[in-house]
Nanobody, 123 residues
Framework: QVQLVETGGGLVQAGGSLRLSCAAS????????MGWFRQRPGKEREFVSA????????YYTDSVKGRFTISRDNAKNTVYLQMNSLKPEDTAVYYC????????????????WGQGTQVTVSS
């Protein structure tokens, strides 16, 4: 079992930055593909970004390309999402997830999920 805990959410003005962290426990995540998803108000949960087990491959949804950066530190069993140039439409609950796959953008393929952290971007 892998437990995931997201931190770093909060309230920020448009144009600002936040760094989300996802700390894993229970098992090392060094062999897991990791991802970030978000659920905006009134919307389905959607893919944001993913990173391969060794950090060598990353994927982003189009709306965050150039603004968000995913990274991981396997020694710390932690994944990060650096979010810059935030927009009001980035307001959502952000979830971290772990997949027993090298990397995937498909939510259904993820085995473990965190409880989420709220990000609110004011205009």
């Amino acid at each position: 079992q892998v437990q995931l805990v997201e931190t770093g959410g909060g309230l920020v003005q448009a144009g600002g930055s936040l760094r989300l962290s996802c700390a894993a426990s229970g098992r090392t995540i060094s062999s897991y593909g990791m991802g970030w998803f978000r659920q905006r108000p009134g919307k389905e949960r959607e893919f944001v970004s993913a990173i391969s087990w060794n950090g060598g491959t990353t994927y982003y949804t189009d709306s965050v390309k150039g603004r968000f950066t995913i990274s991981r530190d396997n020694a710390k069993n932690t994944v990060y999402l650096q979010m810059n140039s935030l927009k009001p439409e980035d307001t959502a609950v952000y979830y971290c997830a772990a997949a027993s796959l090298p990397i995937t953008t498909t939510g259904a393929a993820y085995d473990y999920w965190g409880q989420g952290t709220q990000v609110t971007v004011s205009s």
